[in-house]
């Protein structure tokens, strides 16, 4: 019987501290570089269910998903990484930034450094506005996508012509009066990063760390420029998956964080209702609609970026979601299935630590995995290990290749692009190996890091990953190897080439 009511008693007590904490805010006292964590079960999410997503998400090889993380009431409460991805590494949010404008914009209202959104390009770059209809457009249609300019977002996505060049403003001509069609068009948030360092006297990333990012406590992050100095608008910002997460939570409490208004609460509001329905989401199938550099499909608003960088908030559930990937609808479908029926419930369930501690453990298997036995190798490592192999001329401009096998779990690769040699290690026991480029190789600001991982496919073919850590691409590199010829084939989720060579002589 006594043990009976120990038993009892501790179950009350786990209850008892789910019901304290569920609902509370959590950021108040809480330091600015932390968050606070939870069970799922004290903030009502069944972590039964989440166990089972993470299966599944392990059972399709990560899904394409560098990261995943779950708040409910402002407690973190699941946060998975996929190798090699870990907590501290920064990742390009691609055009998640746009929401993160969004809110500098209205800070910037706030403060008087802009006096409204009818304000006009043209009172800020008139050399840029340079037809009868392009000084009409204004501050609101360029958060709306309504600007009226002759674009095509296929230019965007590996096009030749990036949006991040105010020149083009003289040459893109319009093809709508402005306000009349939405269009994407990452063009029209550079514009804005332009008039934000003008209007504020500093640049757009100093800004963000003065207004939004110190307050948050984001210290870590990284933004490139344009050709002229300028912060780009609407893409390459390098955050962490818990600062992304710190940014939904603040819209989530209407813009407070730790009791400060940092984002106006109208703002919020206004920026996150829609002001433009645009058809159905491709990936959840769910109508869409437009607000200020905010997704708005129904019950949630999202910050959404290339091949699946998420910041999804969802206000009746009060969590935020937030995902880094290579796969555009990789978070997505696991979002509505998983997640939020997880979340079903309207208060603190009882406390489950055989799923929770499940859950973590596969967490951290996911995060870490254990090197795998490495059998012998084929032959043909022998016969290539350590050549030169002269690959014909091809865009990507790779020019050589040489792999050296010194054991069973290591290769070590050198490629020569143009006129810089990239030296890096490949994994073949199943676990990434990394080496610091000493230079950028994505649109980062500072030296970028590379993963590699690879494996014979058979006896005369050899495959490996090739990832710059922050990206949101892999590259796959596979070389089939016959006498002193070799045929390299390279794809990722945007192209795909096929490129030969000969082993020099």
């Not at 958060?143 to 020149?167: C, F, H, K, S």
Request: net charge positive; proline share 5%; hydrophobic share 40%.
């Amino acid at each position: 019987m006594k043990r009976t009511a120990s038993l009892f008693s501790i179950v009350l007590l786990c209850l008892l501290f789910a019901a304290s904490s569920y609902g509370q805010s959590p950021n108040s006292g809480a330091p600015n570089d932390g968050w606070k964590t939870s069970t799922p079960e004290a903030q009502g999410i069944d972590s039964r269910v989440l166990l089972q997503m993470f299966q599944s998400i392990q059972a399709n090889g990560g899904s394409g998903l560098h990261s995943l993380l779950i708040v409910r009431n402002g407690y973190l409460v699941a946060e998975g990484y996929f190798a090699p991805y870990h907590k501290d590494t920064l990742h390009n949010i691609k055009s998640a930034s746009k929401s993160i404008l969004s809110a500098l914009v209205g800070i910037a209202l706030d403060k008087k450094k802009l006096k409204s959104l009818d304000q006009k390009v043209a009172d800020f770059y008139p050399d840029y506005v340079n037809e009868p209809r392009k000084r009409d457009i204004t501050l609101r249609h360029l958060l709306t996508m309504t600007a009226g300019l002759d674009w095509n977002n296929d230019r965007e996505i590996g096009g030749a012509v990036p949006p991040y060049d105010l020149e083009l403003w003289k040459t893109v001509s319009m093809r709508d009066d402005p306000g009349t069609k939405f269009v994407y068009n990452t063009m029209l948030v550079h514009m804005m990063s332009a008039i934000l360092t003008k209007a504020t006297g500093e640049g757009t990333k100093e800004y963000a760390d003065s207004v939004l990012f110190d307050p948050l406590g984001i210290s870590d992050v990284q933004w490139s420029k344009d050709n002229q100095g300028i912060y780009i608008g609407g893409s390459e910002l390098f955050l962490k998956p818990r600062d992304m997460a710190k940014f939904g939570q603040l819209y989530l409490d209407g813009g407070v964080w730790n009791g400060r208004q940092i984002v106006p609460k109208a703002w919020v509001a206004e920026s996150t209702s829609p002001k433009t329905a645009i058809g159905i989401d491709s990936c959840s199938g769910n109508p869409d609609s437009y607000g200020y550099w905010w997704w708005i499909p129904s019950g949630t608003y999202q910050a959404r970026g290339a091949n699946g960088q998420y910041i999804i908030v969802k206000p009746d559930l009060k969590m935020v979601v937030v995902a880094t990937s290579e796969n555009q609808c990789a978070a997505l479908q696991y979002l509505y299935p998983y997640v939020f029926r997880a979340a079903s419930g309207t208060g603190p369930l009882p406390a489950n630590p055989q799923s929770a501690g499940d859950l973590q453990r596969l967490l951290a298997l996911m995060e870490n995995p254990p090197a795998k036995a490495v059998g012998r190798l084929p032959d043909v490592a022998a016969r290539v290990s350590g050549k030169k192999y002269v690959l014909a001329p091809n865009e990507m401009g790779i020019q050589s290749i040489v792999l050296t096998f010194r054991d069973r779990g290591l290769c070590t690769a050198e490629v020569v692009l143009g006129k810089t040699t990239i030296n890096f290690p490949i994994g073949l026991d199943g676990n990434f190996r990394f080496a610091d480029a000493g230079t950028s190789f994505g649109n980062n600001s500072k030296s970028s890091r590379f993963a590699s991982i690879g494996s014979w496919v058979n006896d005369r073919t050899f495959a490996f990953k090739f990832h710059i850590l922050g990206d949101v691409v892999t590259q796959n590199f596979s070389l089939n190897f016959v006498g002193d010829d070799v045929s390299l084939d390279i794809n990722d989720s945007f192209s795909a080439k096929h490129i030969k060579g000969k082993k020099a002589q």
